[in-house]
């Protein structure tokens, strides 16, 4: 089942069925008005919003076409959006770049940060960015969205409480994560809004390639329209979402609608290409002593998407241009 959030002038959007192959939607707001009220109710109306899937799916309800621009996040704010770092090569590269050491525990304890939640961008809104001398650079991830999940929730418990699966582009101004991770408190400013794939669908669309907590299948970005990596997102996550799962609620539980991210997919093939600049640019010292790929400016333009094995995309394509700051009201709930 796929689902996203139509743009309808209000904080939340209107929640929406959505056909396998991403051109027409269904309402679903007689049975959940947003994806929140969906979530929270689960158990209620998951079989109410099947069915309208399969209707969909054979023709057999009223329709309308698909514009991805109409659409927001699938869920454009959420309770918490908790993002991890599972994939050790990524850990070992960004770290290098900042002159910083990978933790002791790097390989038997997750990282994790809690990024701001309260207005996520949509899959086709711009990257606001106030300064490039910040080192705007893009993040290409895989997410879980979590139904109620209780604290001390194990391994082997961690399926029952995934409810759907998404990408994100988690935006990093790397030039101020070091001062900020030097005050010894973590990420905030360096960590801008976040922007979700147009779509968000359920473990079984995602057949043999969800497995083990991974999603077995390459995650492709594009910069400028230029392929820049394709790396596989399951065969190299050393912490499945399970082990992250277990990891967050080791000490409280978390309420439907969570985010729960795998942080940037990495692979040690060069050949793979990248997921972030950042990884690029540690390359590039490694081999001639200073980078020489600049983070991005305004102007460039990044895609992110994933397909499954017969080429279909599977959660619709993250398309963002990077955009001079302005302040400004905000648009992105503009009903369209």
Avoid at 134 to 145: H, N, Q
Avoid at 283 to 293: F, K
Avoid at 299 to 308: A, C, K, L, Q
Wanted: charged residues 25%; negative net charge.
């Amino acid at each position: 089942m796929k689902l996203a959030t139509l743009r309808n002038g209000t904080r939340d959007g209107a929640l929406v069925v959505v056909r396998r192959d991403g051109t027409r939607y269904a309402p679903a707001t007689e049975i959940a008005p947003t994806l929140q009220r969906a979530l929270d109710e689960w158990d209620a109306v998951e079989p109410a919003l099947r069915a309208v899937a399969d209707r969909l799916e054979h023709d057999q309800i009223e329709s309308r076409p698909l514009d991805v621009a109409q659409l927001r996040a699938p869920l454009p704010r959420a309770y918490e959006w908790v993002d991890g770092s599972a994939y050790i090569n990524h850990i070992v590269l960004v770290r290098k770049a900042r002159g910083a050491q990978p933790p002791a525990t790097l390989e038997t304890d997750p990282l994790v940060y809690q990024g701001g939640s309260s207005d996520f961008l949509g899959p086709t809104d711009d990257i606001p960015l106030a300064d490039v001398a910040w080192g705007c650079d893009f993040e290409s991830e895989v997410c879980v969205i979590l139904g109620d999940t209780p604290q001390g929730t194990t391994m082997e418990e961690a399926a029952r409480h995934v409810r759907l699966l998404m990408l994100a582009n988690d935006v990093t101004l790397r030039n101020l994560v070091p001062d900020e991770l030097a005050k010894g408190f973590g990420f905030f400013g360096s960590k801008p809004a976040t922007a979700f794939s147009p779509f968000a669908i359920t473990p079984d669309e995602l057949g043999d390639a969800w497995k083990d907590g991974r999603v077995h299948l390459r995650l492709r970005t594009w910069l400028d329209g230029r392929l820049v990596g394709d790396p596989e997102a399951g065969p190299e996550m050393h912490f499945s979402f399970y082990d992250l799962i277990a990891h967050v609620t080791k000490t409280r539980a978390f309420g439907a609608g969570t985010i729960l991210g795998s942080g940037t997919v990495s692979n040690a093939d060069p050949a793979r290409g990248i997921s972030c600049l950042a990884e690029r640019r540690m390359r590039e010292i490694l081999d001639t002593g200073a980078p020489s790929t600049p983070f991005l400016t305004y102007g460039n333009r990044v895609e992110i998407e994933m397909s499954d094995a017969s080429g279909r995309s599977l959660f619709g394509r993250i398309a963002q241009t990077v955009v001079p700051f302005e302040k400004r009201s905000d648009t992105r709930r503009t009903k369209v």
